[in-house]
């Protein structure tokens, strides 16, 4: 694939990012959109070095007055009505061109009158929209009414913001349609990178148990998983951490086995072995969804959200219609019965390759500057 390069009137830039504290799948998009801009600068509310990858450390951070706040600093999320504030106190004075990588208040930053403004957004901001039950919903009495108050400012930011933004990049149709939504605005679809030459699949794989790879928090829906297999009976393995763990665990039959600490050698051959990939939850793209296809796995998924970018029903997986144990039960015996072509699963992986990703992402970066030369 030809390289294409980056526009000539672009000299400085800036990239955005909520927090730098793991390296989830934002961090992954962050390292390959950081490949095409190597001398960018990142600025980020939050920074803990010893968490993030040598590739991002190389560059040159800038974190906010935050950072330095401890009490703040390991409950930033209780903390979300002053990310505004912080956000938008970053200086991009001299900058020409800056990506904001945003799911939560990054797109806010303030740009100069003349600089470029691109965000990619992996969703908007999931605590004050469409997650907010989730989130919030069993707060109760004088706290739920002082939630409900701050999101409610929170979304009306949320708004005002995305005005500061020229072009909006979602990273699925899913989270496309949620951006028209909420702020009324169109966006180009991109879906994030995959390390398909890393995810590959193996020769005489043991598929001896079905796999799910999750945060364990409640809109995963990995409860609704364990109740499907304490019915069924079959092998599930659970790769993930998170706030209910202890509560997962405690439903959960000698069946479903829970693995976490793993290296990422180790993530690949459970991948590779697994019966299928499965997840009940609705996600906004889903990353590992694709790292199964690539090791020739096939998904089994609740048909909502970024899945229906990458599954077609019944040749690269199965997509069940409702959310309930009674639906994936039945899915588990139906995927169970068929056979998917290896080749034909790797092949739909590399619609995501990370070479596409970055191509996209420098088309789409010249057309807007090319659009500014031509007023």
């Known amino acids: 694939m030809e390289k294409k390069a980056v526009h000539l009137n672009i000299k400085k830039v800036a990239i955005i990012h909520d927090w730098l504290n793991g390296m989830r799948g934002g961090e992954k998009v962050l390292e390959a959109i950081l490949d095409l801009f190597p001398d960018a600068d990142i600025f980020t509310l939050f920074l803990e070095e010893a968490k993030v990858s040598d590739k991002i450390n190389s560059h040159r951070i800038f974190s906010s007055s935050l950072n330095k706040k401890k009490w703040i600093k390991k409950r ?29 208040v990054a797109k806010g930053i303030i ?59 979602a990273n699925s149709t899913f989270v496309g349609k949620r951006i028209e939504k909420f702020y009324r605005r169109t966006s180009n679809v991109i879906n994030p990178p995959i390390d398909t030459e890393f995810f590959t699949p193996k020769e005489n794989p043991q598929r001896d148990s079905f796999l799910t790879v999750s945060a364990l928090v409640p809109y995963k829906r990995v409860d609704l998983l364990i109740e499907a297999f304490n019915i069924s009976g079959d092998k599930l393995i659970i790769i ?24 990422h050698n180790e993530l690949r051959e459970f991948f590779r072995d697994a019966i299928a990939f499965i997840f009940a939850g609705v996600e906004d793209f889903g990353m590992a969804f694709v790292e ?47 056979s998917f072509d290896v080749k034909t699963l790797r092949n739909r992986s590399l619609d995501f390759s990370e070479a596409k990703f970055k191509e996209n992402i420098i088309t789409l970066i010249n057309k807007e500057i090319e659009k500014r030369v031509i007023k």
């Open 292 to 338: 199964s296809l690539a090791c020739g796995t096939p998904i089994l998924a609740y048909k909502r959200g970024g899945v229906l970018d990458i599954v077609k029903d019944k040749q690269t997986g199965v997509l069940f219609k409702n959310q309930s144990v009674k639906d994936i039960i039945e899915s588990i015996k139906s995927i169970k019965t068929m």
């Open 76 to 104: 930033y999320r209780t903390f979300l009505p002053i990310l505004p504030l912080a956000i938008e106190s970053f200086n991009m004075k001299g900058y020409d061109l800056i990506i904001s990588s945003s799911h939560c």
């Open 111 to 169: 740009p100069e009158p003349d600089a470029l403004h691109i965000s990619y957004v992996h969703s908007p901001m999931r605590y004050i929209w469409d997650q907010y039950d989730e989130y919030f919903g069993t707060s109760k009495g004088i706290k739920k009414k002082i939630i409900a108050y701050f999101a409610s400012k929170l979304r009306i930011w949320d708004v005002t913001a995305s005005a500061r933004v020229d072009r909006f990049i």
């Open 240 to 263: 993930g951490q998170g706030p209910e763990e202890k509560k997962l665990k405690a439903i959960a039959k000698n069946n479903i086995v829970f693995v976490n600490g793993i290296s």
